[in-house]
């Protein structure tokens, strides 16, 4: 059932980025599907059931924009730092707590916080603590550093991934 879920999903995103019904870019499409569902199908998803339940595309779809507003406020910001004439930045790693429990969400919110100018994930513990690398640390503790990097990002991801 994993891997039939990674190769819908795959197939999908595979029309969605060629768009096209030409036949031999669909078989192509079917192809790597295949390959990709039978190679990654195992650590995809835990309960693929649940994947195509429609308050997790809803709130799935729900994140695309957050997380574009917030990538757009981030690049605007890294622009301001680059071409500030005195390079406003004061660069570090902060600690930051999920209380996310599938190993899936905890990727998926590292990944969020990675593609966000600005910020990278060095390290994702099994504890639910994330190292975070910041152009700019705001604030050492542990709360505030949480509520500003992780706060945007994590009820939404709880709700597509648990």
């Known amino acids: 059932m994993k891997k039939l879920v990674l190769f819908l999903v795959s197939f999908t995103a595979w029309l969605v980025l060629t768009w096209t019904i030409y036949y031999p870019a669909l078989l192509i499409g079917i192809l ?17 059931r649940h994947f195509f339940q429609i308050k997790r595309l809803l709130y799935l779809l729900y994140y695309i924009p957050i997380f574009l507003y917030y990538c757009t406020l981030a690049n605007l910001d890294v622009a301001y730092r680059v071409l500030h004439p005195y390079l406003p930045i004061e660069p570090g790693i902060v600690k930051v707590k999920t209380t996310l429990k599938s190993e899936v969400a905890r990727v998926a919110l590292a990944n969020s916080i990675t593609l966000t100018p600005g910020t990278m994930s060095v390290a994702l513990t099994d504890d639910g603590y994330i190292y975070v690398h910041c152009i700019k640390v705001y604030s050492a503790d542990l709360k505030e550093a949480t509520q500003r990097i992780v706060s945007r990002f994590e009820p939404i991801l709880r709700e597509v991934f648990e």
């Open 32 to 48: 790597i599907s295949i390959i990709i569902g039978f190679w990654f199908g195992d650590l995809f998803t835990q309960r693929p």
